[in-house]
């Protein structure tokens, strides 16, 4: 078991580029969560699917991020026109439940530097 | 609406010391509440997790928590600490449907 994977680890955007961030999460887990942790906000939560069918966006800034889950075996976080505020480390985790019991298993993140 | 307070931002400690890293809650209801640690440059993994039962859980590496409903806490705890513990604790308490509460951390180093 390879636990959840995130690609690229790290990544460096020009301000007004996009980026796209890769996760590939647990096999045979049901939900799939993406966070955002910076210094100040701490851990955010953006979104989540659950079956590939997305959830709750209820964390994602609106204009230029979106997510999606084309398959059960890989998500991606989208950033249009990239800003210097969106310097982060964007974490994935999946679960074999979307249950506020459920434990999530985290990858070890994408760091986002914006120029 | 939840929410949850690690009150301690840094904690520094000896190697051998013990340890207790704090964690309120305020909830309607009892919650789900869960321990996760983050080592540099990695993601969060679980160190325990309280459903019901006996108020004190037992983790990995030596780590034990309180639930207190009385105090709405779950303080973490450790009798004694390794340098390799030098981490971030994030308290997670949650209710309801989605798990998505995180504290804001608290950052531990001990000192060898």
């Known amino acids: 078991n390879a636990g959840v994977i995130q690609t690229p680890r790290h990544k460096v955007t020009g301000k007004g580029q996009e980026a796209t961030l890769w996760c590939e999460p647990i096999s045979g887990h049901s939900a799939v969560f993406w966070y955002r942790q910076t210094i100040v906000q701490g851990l955010e939560f953006l979104t989540y699917f659950r079956n590939q069918a997305p959830i709750d966006d209820s964390g994602m800034p609106k204009e230029r991020f979106s997510a999606q889950m084309p398959n059960q075996s890989h998500s991606t976080l989208k950033i249009q026109s990239t800003q210097p505020q969106d310097s982060a480390v964007y974490l994935c985790?999946?679960?074999?439940?979307?249950?506020?019991?459920?434990?999530?298993?985290f990858g070890p993140g994408t760091r986002l530097t914006v120029l | 609406a939840q929410s949850v307070t690690q009150p301690d931002a840094r904690v520094t400690v000896s190697e051998g010391a013990s340890l207790q890293l704090r964690c309120k809650y305020s909830?309607?209801?009892?919650?789900?509440l869960f321990w996760y640690v983050q080592y540099p440059r990695q993601g969060l993994q679980l160190l325990l997790k309280y459903y019901s039962g006996d108020p004190v859980v037992q983790g990995v590496n030596g780590f034990e928590a309180e639930f207190s409903k009385s105090n709405s806490s779950f303080h973490l705890r450790k009798a004694s600490v390794h340098w390799s513990d030098s981490a971030v604790y994030f308290c997670a308490p949650n209710t309801g449907y989605q798990n998505f509460y995180f504290g804001k951390g608290t950052s531990l180093t001990v000192i060898p």
């Open positions: 985790a999946s679960s074999p439940r979307d249950r506020s019991y459920a434990e999530q298993f």
């Open positions: 909830s309607s209801v009892t919650p789900y």
